[in-house]
């Protein structure tokens, strides 16, 4: 018996979510063979979690909306620390992929003129996002998958990708084991696209599934490619606290959207009590004015809840710890007061928030057409990730390209609610599109063997010591630490604290184990789990404590003012030559001059 | 605290056996949570699969005490305190490890379904016009998160097993939200009553019953096709209209 099974590709994706399955459609329609390797099931991603929408400026309900205005809000929301061109190409090419999804039988709810409705989200000037009720992300996955079953991809499910292999400085393939029977597979490839989503899974109260273990930044990182802003993580404002097995489950912004309101533990309305100056001239100061912008009035600006989710969250954050929040550590979330206004206000909250609707009534028994829902901060989204060129998406290593969550560059210091769904199927299809070009222009490789073998033996590890340390404790202590110590506010003490955590967990993880044989074992997983976890977690602790100010959804406690130098400098991080992580600054590139015109111009409104 | 006791099949399709855990019980908690305590204390090579943990993905299907259920969304207040929870893998399916299922028959039916074909854009620009009347049934099936509970329950499938006749309610919905979608141009209908086995179904609703998403899979998605396929098949004055009108088929390659 072989040690291995191969496969050759001319492209092999890691990840079946949005981004991934947009890659492999494009990739295939030019004739490249392509693999698509996924950790779960197909369409079971982490993008069937998003709830609100995919935003794109189609100025379908407000006809002022256009891509200059979409590229403004997301360079605002971002803090300027976005990569400009890529927020651009975003902007413009957005709409197209949102209609493409129609095309290829997405079913989005309708205007009453019958095109694609959109609706308002935090920090979008305009009702921006096309959505289908709070299930979007499902439509999306679903969509990909049903069209992309027919585009003559091979898929390999419950497969994990563990190493990427080179040929010299060139990406070559990458080393895997499938969950079934614990087989390894070795797929050698002339490009990779990496599409792995997300990092929550290093913090206890998560939005992200399982698979949120930053496989896709590990991957890049230990192959050389550069990172970028690792200190940006996204806490969302709304995640349910009560009871405590559903802590941390997405709340969609879209409750807000609909007309959601923030209250203390008085019913009192707190979110008018704070509203930074950039956004002042766009929120409404009286809840009067407030509810008119929900029910589309023009004229009317924004309720403050609608403000962007690094704000929103530290409110909240601030209500409880200054005990005025819910019972539980969380904050009201109240939607079931739109009764003063809307007289079937039962069917219409059915309507427009049927998951969350469920979601409450079967997991926390509160029906939330009556009452309100208790909720607070949740780690949700990783702005930062692996350094792309933002026409391309290629990392810093030939042939290998980033789309989706584990690219970044698009979101800056925060992200926009609905800008993620968008930024799956715009830079996911360019990521597809170059990595066939790559593979074309670049012919044939030859994978580094001796790494895969060494792959191998990395990956039969814990079965060396049955009796060692049960991983799954290991993972609950990275847990435990990286939430205590690198929240949503951060201090340089209790990073460091992290830093040096994070080293004595390397240790423990060197002696983990796992009993019991290789078929679907979770202990083994968990073990093969940490490298990638340890790796994510000393990148956002190292990357959070050089950024000495407060900026976007990196807020710290001993800076809290924005810093106009630091505000000009990236984080980089690198794999050093003797293995330990370099830590280097970079100048952002001045913007286009048109551009910066269009954010000027914007400003004013 | 109370204690809770789970009695869970380890094992494969042809040897094993159910194995009794107790576990500390915390407010709120749903099976998979209990399972997940089992797995981090006591058996961590206990096989499950799972994803969202919201009833959203749909990987969690089991079945619980008896029940076709996502143990993501089953409460232990809900289930009996006074006996064991049992949980067991999905029948219909064969069983790669304890809770885990070989579910690649989906996969492979959904791939032979034609998929969707879509009308001539009505703009300029490329893009459609829908009444949002007119796409609320086909956004009911389009609801389904594939947990296949429905085709484990189907007694077609779990006690016939005629997985080479008939797709199973999943596909049956899943071929509906085809059909009823207003841009779509493909014809399905004889798939339907040759190939798929729709005359399977005698309407027992018992996928109904079991869908966490709450689809009526029988009322709004599989009596509607098997009304279609009568109408195409055994309708003495449609079979004598279609002699002098086009077909749905034929239209659309007039239009394209």
């Known amino acids: 018996m072989t040690a291995w099974a191969e496969h050759e590709y001319d492209v092999l994706i890691i990840g079946a979510g949005g981004a991934g399955l947009r890659a492999a459609i494009e990739a295939s329609s030019t004739g490249a063979r392509v693999g698509v390797v996924c950790k779960s099931l197909l369409g079971k991603a982490h993008t069937v979690m998003a709830e609100g929408g995919m935003a794109a400026a189609m100025a379908n309900v407000d006809d002022r909306d256009g891509w200059t205005t979409h590229f403004a809000d997301t360079m605002r929301g971002g803090q300027y620390l976005n990569n400009w061109r890529m927020a651009e190409l975003h ?34 000037r305009y009702p921006r996002l096309a959505h289908v009720g709070d299930r979007t992300g499902l439509e999306m996955i679903r969509t990909l998958q049903d069209h992309g079953i027919h585009q003559g991809f091979e898929v390999h499910m419950e497969v994990t990708v563990t190493d990427l292999v080179k040929d010299g400085s060139r990406i070559a393939g990458a080393f895997a084991y499938e969950r079934e029977h614990g087989r390894f597979v070795f797929f050698k490839a002339r490009a990779i696209v990496l599409a792995t989503g997300g990092l929550g899974r290093c913090y206890r109260i998560t939005s992200n599934s399982w698979e949120g273990t930053g496989d896709g930044h590990s991957l890049a990182y230990h192959a050389g490619a550069q990172m970028r802003d690792m200190e940006f993580l996204q806490f969302h404002p709304t995640g349910m606290v009560w009871p405590p097995s559903v802590r941390g489950i997405l709340v969609t912004e879209g409750v807000r959207g609909e007309g959601g309101i923030l209250k203390d533990k008085d019913g009192r309305r707190f979110m008018f009590d704070d509203i930074p100056d950039a956004y002042a001239h766009q929120t409404a100061d009286n809840e009067e004015e407030g509810w008119r912008y929900i029910r589309g009035d023009k004229e009317a600006r924004r309720p403050p809840e609608l403000l962007t989710r690094d704000h929103v969250a530290r409110c909240i954050n ?55 829902m208790e909720v607070g901060p949740t780690v949700h989204y990783a702005m930062g990730g692996i350094l792309v060129d933002p026409e391309t998406q290629m990392t810093t290593v030939d042939g290998l390209f980033a789309a989706g969550e584990c690219a970044a560059g698009l979101h800056g210091a925060n992200r926009l609610g609905g800008n993620s769904l968008s930024d799956l199927i715009v830079f996911g299809k360019r990521a597809g599109e170059y990595a066939a070009k790559y593979a ?16 191998r033996l ?3 590890m814990p079965f060396d010591h049955p009796d060692g340390e049960n991983a799954f404790s290991i993972q609950n202590d990275l847990q435990s630490l990286m939430q ?13 604290q992290a830093i040096t955590g994070i080293d004595s967990l390397k240790q423990r993880m060197e002696s983990c184990g796992t009993g019991g044989n290789r078929d679907y074992n979770p202990g083994w997983h968990t073990a093969l789990d940490l490298k990638p976890l340890l790796t994510i977690s000393e990148m956002i602790a190292r990357s959070a404590e050089s950024r000495k100010e407060s900026r976007g959804a990196h807020h710290r406690e001993d800076y809290p003012d924005k810093d106009e130098q630091e505000g000009r400098l990236i984080t980089i991080i690198e794999k050093a030559d003797d293995g330990g992580m370099s830590l280097t600054k970079q100048e952002l590139p001045p913007i286009r001059e048109d551009l910066v015109a269009i954010i000027e111009e914007n400003q004013k409104k | 605290m109370s204690t809770v006791t789970l009695r869970i099949w380890r094992g494969t399709e042809d040897e094993g056996s159910f ?43 089991a079945e619980i005490n008896g029940m076709p259920k996502l143990m993501c969304m089953t409460r232990l207040d809900d289930l009996p305190e006074d006996k064991p929870i049992m949980v067991q893998p999905l029948k219909t399916f064969r069983t790669i490890k304890d809770l885990v299922t070989d579910v690649s028959w989906n996969y492979a039916v959904k791939k032979k379904i034609k998929p969707f074909k879509p009308r001539k854009p009505d703009a300029p620009d490329g893009t459609w016009r829908m009444k949002q ?18 085709q484990d329950v189907c007694h077609v499938l779990r006690d016939h097993e005629k997985y080479d006749e008939f797709i199973g309610p999943r596909f049956l919905i899943y071929t509906a939200g085809l059909e009823m979608n207003p841009l779509d141009t493909e014809d399905r209908i004889s798939d339907l009553k040759k190939r798929d086995g729709i005359g399977y179904c005698n309407i027992t609703k018992c996928c109904t019953v079991v869908c966490p998403e709450h689809i009526k899979i029988t009322d709004n998605g599989i009596i509607p096709m098997k009304e279609r396929v009568v109408d195409e098949f055994y309708d003495p004055l449609t079979r004598l209209f279609r002699i002098f009108k086009p077909s749905k088929k034929s239209k659309a390659e007039e239009s394209s």
């Not at chain 1, 309507?351 to 509160?366: C, D, I, N, R, T």
């Not at chain 1, 074309?440 to 792959?455: N, T």
């Open chain 2, 133 to 150: 009347v007119d796409v609320e049934r086909v956004q009911e099936f389009r609801k389904c998160i594939e947990c296949f509970l429905c």
């Open chain 1, 458 to 460: 990395e990956a039969e």
């Open chain 1, 484 to 496: 205590d110590n690198v929240g949503i506010v951060r201090t340089e003490s209790e990073m460091q």
């Open chain 1, 91 to 124: 902007a413009k090419e957005a709409p197209d992929r949102v209609n493409e999804l129609e095309a290829w039988g997405a079913v989005m709810d309708r205007t009453p003129d019958g095109r694609i409705n959109q609706r308002n989200f935090g920090g979008h």
């Open chain 1, 318 to 372: 601030r209500q409880i710890k200054s005990n005025m929040g819910s019972p539980n550590g969380g904050v009201y979330l109240d939607i079931a007061w739109i009764k003063e206004h809307i007289t079937d206000h039962t069917g219409h909250i059915k309507k427009k928030l049927p998951s969350m609707y469920h979601q409450f009534k079967e997991l926390a028994g509160v029906d939330i057409t009556e009452e309100p």
């Open chain 2, 19 to 61: 194995e009794e855990y107790s576990i500390e019980r915390n407010p709120g908690m749903v099976v998979l949570d209990a399972v997940h305590k089992v797995q981090a204390e006591q058996a961590p090579d206990l096989a499950c699969r799972w994803n969202c943990k919201a009833g959203k993905c749909g990987s969690c299907s």
């Open chain 1, 440 to 455: 074309v222009e670049h012919g044939d490789v030859h994978p580094d063997m001796a790494a895969v073998e060494r792959a």
